[in-house]
């Protein structure tokens, strides 16, 4: 009998205690949602190459446009397209306290995976610590490479959480 009572319990607390998550996506941080870009790198004439950064933030999802500029060639040369190229990367994001965390993988234009090709394939992770945020700027600086750089607000965006499919 006692080990009826043990199953019973288990079962109950099983069912009680346990939730799925939700079928929707989150909401992000609100101050974050819109399009913010980087509209030049400081010393970017001395540098042999530099990146500028488009973000678009909606709901719990990011979507990021890198735009390299590079007079050094060191990708084959149907890949290094005179000095300039474009990737891009979409994922997932969270904020705690002043950092910003960024979970993606790099993609095509169309924001579809990318498995192979010039350049970055596979996981983008990144972490940013949010230095400075104001209405229309936002100020980061990558945790890994200790570089800071400047964003301007481009578009305000409303999350509207859409379900997961």
């Known amino acids: 009998m006692r080990i009826f009572y043990f199953i019973f319990f288990c079962i109950i607390f099983t069912f009680f205690s346990c939730k799925f998550n939700p079928n929707v996506q989150g909401r992000g941080a609100i101050y974050l949602q819109g399009i913010w870009s980087e509209e030049q790198v400081l010393y970017q004439d001395q540098l042999l190459e530099y990146t500028l950064h488009t ?3 909606t709901c719990d999802s990011f979507y990021l446009t890198l735009d390299t500029h590079a007079k050094a060639n060191m990708y084959p040369d149907s890949c290094f ?4 190229w474009t990737e891009y990367v979409k994922g997932v994001y969270s904020v705690s306290n002043d950092t910003l965390s960024l979970n993606g993988t ?11 090709g010039c350049y970055h394939i596979g996981q983008y992770v990144k972490t940013f610590a949010l230095k400075k945020c104001k209405n229309d700027s936002l100020s980061l600086r990558d945790m890994s490479q200790h570089v800071s750089f400047s964003l301007r607000l481009r578009q305000r965006i409303n999350c509207i959480p859409k379900s997961i499919n």
């Open 106 to 116: 790099f993609t095509k234009s169309n924001f579809k995976q990318k498995i192979s």
């Open 55 to 57: 973000f678009k933030f």
């Open 81 to 84: 397209n005179n000095g300039r």
